[in-house]
């Protein structure tokens, strides 16, 4: 059973960085997609960022110019670099790995942008 585990997350000032890792445990994650989410209080989950297995990489218009999505495949980890942040940046941050039967997720990493 694949296991994703995210740490990095938490209590930035607006205009800071915070860099998320999600670590996945398995020998699928070199050939899947994996993606980072968010979930604000009150609001559902949201896509933040995507990276195939062959390192393309796309970005919701929110985080474009500030946030870069990179793996590493012989480490099993897949990145977050967050830079600029902002409060609406604030949220739980959860990684996803994306497989044809659905995908398994992480418990989540919370970051706080202060203002």
């Known amino acids: 059973q694949v296991q994703l585990v995210e740490s990095g997350g938490g209590l930035v000032q607006a205009g800071g960085s915070l860099r998320l890792s999600c670590a996945v445990s398995g020998s699928i994650f070199d050939r899947n997609t994996m993606g980072w989410y968010r979930q604000a209080p009150g609001k559902q989950r949201d896509l933040v960022a995507l990276?195939?297995?062959?390192?393309?990489?796309n970005y919701a218009d929110s985080v474009k110019g500030r946030f870069t999505i990179s793996r590493d495949n012989v480490e099993n980890t897949v990145y977050l670099q967050m830079n600029s942040l902002k409060p609406e940046d604030t949220g739980v941050y959860y990684c996803?790995?994306?497989?044809?039967?659905?995908?398994?997720w992480g418990q989540g990493t919370q970051v706080t942008v202060s203002s």
């Open positions: 996803k790995i994306i497989t044809s039967s659905g995908g398994s």
């Open positions: 990276i195939t297995s062959g390192g393309y990489a």
